[in-house]
Nanobody
Framework: QVQLVESGGGLVQAGGSLRLSCAAS????????MGWYRQAPGKQRELVAH???????DYKDSVKGRFTISRDNAKNTVYLQMNSLKPEDTAVYYC?????????????WGQGTQVTVSS
């Protein structure tokens, strides 16, 4: 079992920056692929950034060059540095931990943190 708690959201003006943190407890995250998702009102949840257990990263096209995902396995924490924020980045951001096993997939979610970007 993994419990995930996000923090760092808030209200920021367009062009500003925020750093989200996802603190894990209950189990080490080093063996999990970690992701940041977001969901805006009336829209489906979408993957924003992903980092494998080996540290390989991938990003949604619209955030490439602006967002950076990183992980500190010693601190059991994943981060999302968000720069040059735009109003369209406004959403609830969720942290995800995922591990594919032979017969099942382990999938855990945090409760989310609100990010609001004003124009």
């Amino acid at each position: 079992q993994v419990q995930l708690v996000e923090s760092g959201g808030g209200l920021v003006q367009a062009g500003g920056s925020l750093r989200l943190s996802c603190a894990a407890s209950g189990s080490g995250i080093s063996i999990y692929a970690m992701g940041w998702y977001r969901q805006a009102p009336g829209k489906q949840r979408e993957l924003v950034a992903h980092i494998t257990s080996g540290g390989i990263t991938d990003y949604k096209d619209s955030v490439k060059g602006r967002f950076t995902i990183s992980r500190d396995n010693a601190k059991n924490t994943v981060y999302l540095q968000m720069n040059s924020l735009k109003p369209e980045d406004t959403a609830v951001y969720y942290c995800n931990a995922r591990r594919v096993q032979i017969t099942t997939t382990l999938n855990y979610w945090g409760q989310g943190t609100q990010v609001t970007v004003s124009s």
